[in-house]
């Protein structure tokens, strides 16, 4: 989607005070780029995955392709990605079936995945029906595949909730912005690729920062525009309330 990319995170990496850099992708052309972006400086990155299935990918995702992603998979581990995660969205009639042998492949590969609840945001007609819930994920992975205990570092900030097997087959994560919201120790915040920051991932108001990172405004100036804006992070996105409102943009177009 951007140009010189792995020498965009080649210049980041050398920004002093940087000391992680992630990507997240669709992996459909990860498996000619893994090494270059690996050698760029990049070390982590998250893969989208709903299925293993070629026709429901095909329908999730309106292409063909799911051979690309995995040989992407492959090609990243290959090159030395530590870790590599692997994100799925849990649909309710949908994807629920593909819990396991998602779980399952993550297991054999070395990877973690992520289940991560149908939120109302890249979606024109969300439906709170089709949310597969994160218990039920739980519920699904343990009778198929081993019990899961809470990690021994759980970052309570982070968006997911991190599990282990007990079977020492790994670890998943699960993003339960639906049933487990973690808004009130939430750090997060976004800026999109034209220079709008978001204080919430459903945040309905933007901050245009790009003029003052373009001009000539003092690093003091960036840093209170920053620090207003995090001040204004909701106590919640409110999504199990009457009083939600679904942000216009959609997710492939916040990125951050």
């Not at 080649?10 to 940087?18: C, K, R, T």
């Not at 997911?160 to 339960?176: C, L, P, S, V």
């Amino acid at each position: 989607m951007r140009r010189d990319l792995p020498r965009l995170v080649s210049m980041l990496v050398a920004v002093p005070g940087i000391r992680d850099i992630g990507l997240t992708t669709n992996g459909v052309l990860l498996a000619d780029q893994a090494q270059t972006f690996f050698d760029a400086g990049l070390r982590r990155i998250n893969i989208s995955l709903d299925t293993l299935n070629p026709e429901r990918f095909r329908q999730l995702t309106r292409r063909d392709g799911l051979d690309r992603v995995i040989a992407g998979i492959l090609a990243a581990k290959k090159a030395g990605f530590e870790p590599i995660k692997i994100n799925a969205v849990s649909i309710r009639g949908i994807t629920e079936q593909e819990v396991v042998p998602l779980a399952r492949f993550a297991r054999e590969h070395g990877l973690e995945m992520r289940f991560i609840e149908y939120m109302p945001i890249g979606a024109d007609h969300w439906e709170r029906g089709k949310v597969y819930f994160a218990h039920e994920i739980m519920e699904q992975l343990e009778r198929e595949i081993a019990p899961l205990v809470p990690v021994d570092d759980y970052d309570p900030r982070a968006p997911a909730m991190e599990f282990r097997y007990t079977d020492g087959g790994g670890n998943i994560g699960i993003i339960a912005s639906v049933s487990r919201p973690f808004c009130r120790s939430c750090n997060r915040l976004r800026l999109t690729a034209e220079g709008k920051l978001r204080n919430c991932l459903f945040a309905l108001d933007e901050v245009d920062i790009k003029p003052l990172l373009r001009g000539q405004a003092q690093s003091e100036e960036i840093a209170d525009t920053i620090r207003r804006n995090v001040l204004a992070k909701w106590e919640g996105h409110e999504i199990n309330t009457a009083r939600f409102i679904k942000p216009l943009r959609t997710m492939h177009a916040i990125g951050g």
